[in-house]
């Protein structure tokens, strides 16, 4: 069974610093990983995209992408209180057409 | 604000009921998605079109009706459904049905199911 595991959090980070959010998954043959973020009763918003092994950088958030250790992760510079969400990771696993996706971090970023 | 629309927003049914959650894309997209999202579960993927053309069902209990007229309007019918189907119901349209084209979400319906 394909799975896409995170930590639940919830996840305290103080304002201005770094969040680091991090999801393992199980299928060695994914291909496509994905970060959306999802306020409280809001739908997922996708903020990144990643292919390919190392680093993806998009104004204040970089992934990454380890495929021998099968992670991904999603750094946030300068984070800010309006970064407080839901932070969901999904995963295209091999053969697939929808994403399966992991139950998400909850992020709080404290002012 | 969003390519893809959903209607209703929010929608109480009983058991007995039959209804339709409408979506419909306005980003040219050729493949569109349901997926469910229960408290405490991850989003899970129940249908995928491309070109019109069911090309996955998730093992979806039949209550459950997907229609996709053409490629920016996709329909859930609901029919006998239980308690345990509450949850919020999102659609969802891609470039193309290949895992690797980002998927971008609609608001969502939130369905209670008396």
């Known amino acids: 069974q394909k799975e896409v595991e995170q930590n639940s959090g919830p996840l305290s980070v103080p304002e201005g610093a770094i969040a680091s959010l991090n999801c393992t998954y199980s299928d060695r043959g994914s291909q496509s990983f994905f970060w959306y973020r999802q306020y409280s009763g809001k739908s997922p918003e996708l903020i990144m995209s990643?292919?390919?092994?190392g680093d993806k950088e998009d104004g204040r958030f970089t992934a990454q992408l380890n495929k021998a250790s099968q992670y991904v992760s999603l750094l946030i510079r300068d984070s800010q209180p309006s970064d407080s969400a839901t932070y969901l990771c999904a995963v295209n696993a091999r053969g697939a057409d929808g994403l399966t996706f992991g139950k998400g971090t909850h992020l709080i970023i404290q002012p | 604000e969003t390519g893809v629309t959903q209607t209703p927003r929010h929608l109480v049914m009983g058991m007995t009921n039959k209804k339709s959650l409408k979506c419909e894309q306005h980003l040219g997209h050729n493949a569109m998605y349901w997926y469910k999202q229960s408290a405490k579960k991850p989003l899970e993927l129940m249908f995928v079109?491309?070109?019109?053309?069911?090309?996955e069902n998730n093992s979806v209990p039949s209550r459950f009706s997907p229609e996709c007229p053409n490629s920016s309007h996709l329909f859930l019918h609901l029919h006998t459904l239980q308690p345990e189907d509450s949850a919020l119901y999102l659609c969802?349209?891609?470039?193309?049905?290949?895992?690797?084209?980002?998927?971008?979400f609609g608001p969502g319906t939130r369905l209670t199911v008396t």
């Open positions: 990643i292919y390919s092994n």
């Open positions: 969802a349209s891609s470039q193309g049905a290949s895992g690797s084209y980002e998927q971008y």
């Open positions: 079109y491309s070109l019109e053309e069911r090309v």
